[in-house]
């Protein structure tokens, strides 16, 4: 079985500061995780995504993501947070052989302030 | 980027009739495309995994009856909610598998149903 946490379902940051938004995965196999964001009214975009090559992933907007194997985690960070950034993301995990099924964490919804 | 496509973006129907979604993957094959469900400022539930050529494989709890999956095509998946009910009311999102260059999910901008 597979499942993410997202362990803070609203974060406020001020324009300028940097963001952190949480997410811990349990797998029983090697996972593939992803972040999406989910502007209202729009689709979901993949921001950046894991599939065991570099631990530290670079996404598009200057988003990253770190995989802590030994912390099963998977926490989206940018330096400086811009007011366009605000949205619901979502942490994603799926693995090889699950048929491509994603499993959805309960999303975080991201306000950036003047 | 990979494009998908939902028709129509939203539709408001009367309780009893049926609704048909279509999905597209507009610039891609999609021999997986996936459905899901997402109710007000909740996450996406997966629904179920539409293959071209071969049946859909519902989640569990998704009726199969009541939510027809149809994926006649490389580019095309159609969710036709049965019979719909207000409690059927939802935000319906489709996705399809890259599977050739990017093996990603691309999503569509999803539908708005409304039963009365």
């Known amino acids: 079985a597979q499942s993410v946490t997202q362990l803070d379902s609203h974060v406020s940051v001020s324009e300028g500061t940097p963001v952190l938004l949480r997410c811990n995965y349990s797998?029983?196999?090697?996972?593939?995780l992803f972040w999406y964001v989910q502007h209202p009214n729009k689709g979901l975009q993949l921001l950046l995504k894991y599939t065991s090559a570099a631990t530290l992933v670079k996404g598009i907007n200057g988003f990253e993501a770190e995989f802590k194997k030994s912390e099963t985690s998977f926490h989206l960070t940018k330096p400086s947070a811009h007011m366009s950034d605000a949205a619901e993301y979502f942490c994603?995990?799926?693995?090889?052989?699950?048929?491509?099924?994603?499993?959805f964490g309960t999303g975080t919804q991201l306000k950036v302030e003047l | 980027g990979a494009v998908v496509s939902q028709h129509p973006s939203w539709v408001i129907c009367k309780s009893g009739t049926s609704v048909k979604i279509e999905c597209r993957s507009l610039?891609?094959?999609?021999?997986?495309m996936f459905w899901y469900r997402q109710f007000p400022k909740q996450s996406l539930m997966l629904m179920a995994t539409s293959n071209e050529g071969s049946k859909a494989t519902y989640e569990q709890g998704v009726e199969k009856d009541k939510f027809l999956i149809n994926h006649a095509s490389l580019t095309l998946s159609t969710l036709t909610v049965t019979s719909a009910h207000p409690e059927d009311s939802s935000f319906y999102i489709c996705s399809a598998h890259d599977r050739t260059i990017t093996d990603t999910q691309y999503f569509g901008p999803g539908t708005r149903l409304t039963v009365l």
């Open positions: 610039d891609f094959q999609a021999t997986t």
């Open positions: 994603v995990v799926s693995y090889t052989g699950g048929g491509n099924k994603l499993t």
């Open positions: 797998s029983s196999y090697s996972p593939s």
